[in-house]
């Protein structure tokens, strides 16, 4: 192995290292960690990179990535890291978990609905928190740093608070909070939930959600959307 290959090889330790200590430096995480109890909870961490999170959730939680090197990095830690791609999350063989962790992950995906709706075949109870960067409500804030990460070149799907939570609603979820968890206190939160660029929704499944009579008239007689109204309860 040459110098370089291992000045190469100690720089990407030292980056993994850094992200593992400012996540768990991170006031937002623990804010989050805190109000779903996750440190104790087994947790289905979808899109878990190297486990940065994960490392932080109770015993018995998994992860998920289409990264063969981040599978690697998790399982040398001890994390239960598993190859798997989230929008085949219906084909999945997973274990039971209590709660569902997607940060950073829907503004990557081909197709967030059909994400939605295959998630949501494997929900019984379970809480699902979905952490998203989010275009603040006042664009003109995207002319600073911290406000445009939703605009990051590897971002394929782009949303404001709103189109985020009604993106969530609308695949079949009851959304119980929308909070930025810059503080610990809701109230306090909330006096700055309209500029935060990154935005966490709680939510669970819907069990009395059904697409719409106008959408299933649209729908129905074309092959290619029937498997998503199956996921729905709509007859």
């Known amino acids: 192995m040459t110098t370089h290959t291992l000045d190469l090889e100690k720089v990407k330790a030292e ?19 805190e109000y779903c109890g996750l440190g104790h909870k087994r947790v289905l961490d979808i899109g878990c990179g190297s486990g940065e999170y994960l490392v932080l959730c109770g015993d018995e ?5 289409t990264a063969y090197d981040e599978v690697e990095n998790g399982t040398h830690m001890g994390l239960d890291i598993r190859y798997g791609n989230a929008e085949k999350i219906d084909e999945l063989e997973l274990p039971t978990h209590d709660v569902v962790w997607c940060n950073n992950l829907i503004e990557h995906i081909l197709s967030p609905h059909e994400f939605l709706m295959k998630l949501r075949t494997r929900l019984q109870k379970e809480q699902v928190v979905f952490g998203v960067p989010v275009i603040p409500l006042i664009s003109g804030l995207m002319r600073f740093r911290k406000f445009r990460g939703s605009l990051a070149f590897s971002h394929i799907n782009f949303f404001t608070r709103d189109s985020l939570v009604l993106t969530i609603e609308r695949a079949g979820y009851t959304v119980e909070s929308v909070r930025p968890f810059v503080f610990r206190n ?16 709680i939510a669970r499944k819907n069990e009395a959600f059904a697409y719409s009579e106008k959408k299933i008239h649209e729908w129905e007689n074309e092959p290619g959307y029937q498997r998503v109204m199956q996921m729905a309860d709509t007859k």
Not at 15 to 31: D, E, I, K
Not at 61 to 65: M, N
Not at 188 to 193: E, F, G, K, P, S
């Open 15 to 33: 980056r993994l290292q850094a992200r593992f200590r400012g996540v768990a430096a991170s006031r937002t995480f623990q804010n989050v960690r």
């Open 61 to 65: 939680s998994v992860g998920i990535t």
């Open 186 to 201: 809701a109230l306090m939160d909330r006096l700055v939930a309209w500029c935060a660029p990154h935005i966490y929704v």
